[in-house]
Nanobody, 127 residues
Framework: QLHLTESGAGSEQPGGSLRLSCSAS????????VTWFRQAPGKEREGVAC????????NYADSVKGRFTISRDNAKKQVYLQMNSLKAEDTAVYFC????????????????????WGTGMLVTVSS
C-alpha cells in the first residue's frame, strides 16, 4: 500500500521561500507521477505542479510558474516543491498526490486522476 507524507510546511513572509517534501512509502516512485495541489479557504483544490515518474517532464499552474519548482529523488522516494517569491495568495493547505502510469514522461495537474493522497499541511504567507 502506498502512503504519502508531506513535510516542510510553516509560516513565511511575502517574498520568502519554503521547501515542501513529499515522502512515499510502500512502492518505488519510478512509475508514479506526482502532483502538488493546494486548497485555499473557500476555494477548489488546484494542481500547482506535477512531475512525471522519470522527472523528465514537469508542468505548472500559471499562478506559480517561475516561482515554484518541483523535483524528485526516486532513490529516496521524495518529491519536493521549492516555493520562492511567496505571496499572500499562496496561503493554502498543500497536498501531494500520485497515480500509477507506465509512461515515465507523463504527469497532470488534474485531481480526478490521482489515486493516492497525502493528508495535507498548511502553508501561511503573511507579514
Amino acid at each position: 500500500q502506498l502512503h504519502l507524507t508531506e513535510s516542510g510546511a510553516g509560516s513565511e513572509q511575502p517574498g520568502g521561500s519554503l521547501r515542501l517534501s513529499c515522502s512515499a512509502s510502500g512502492v518505488t516512485l519510478d512509475y508514479y507521477a506526482v502532483t502538488w495541489f493546494r486548497q485555499a479557504p473557500g476555494k477548489e483544490r488546484e494542481g500547482v505542479a506535477c512531475s512525471s515518474g522519470s522527472g523528465s517532464s514537469t508542468n505548472y499552474a500559471d499562478s506559480v510558474k517561475g516561482r515554484f519548482t518541483i523535483s524528485r529523488d526516486n532513490a529516496k522516494k521524495q518529491v519536493y516543491l521549492q516555493m520562492n517569491s511567496l505571496k499572500a495568495e499562496d496561503t493554502a493547505v498543500y497536498f501531494c498526490a500520485t497515480f500509477f502510469t507506465f509512461n515515465p514522461d507523463f504527469c497532470v495537474l488534474t485531481k480526478a486522476t490521482m489515486e493516492y493522497w497525502g493528508t495535507g499541511m498548511l502553508v501561511t504567507v503573511s507579514s
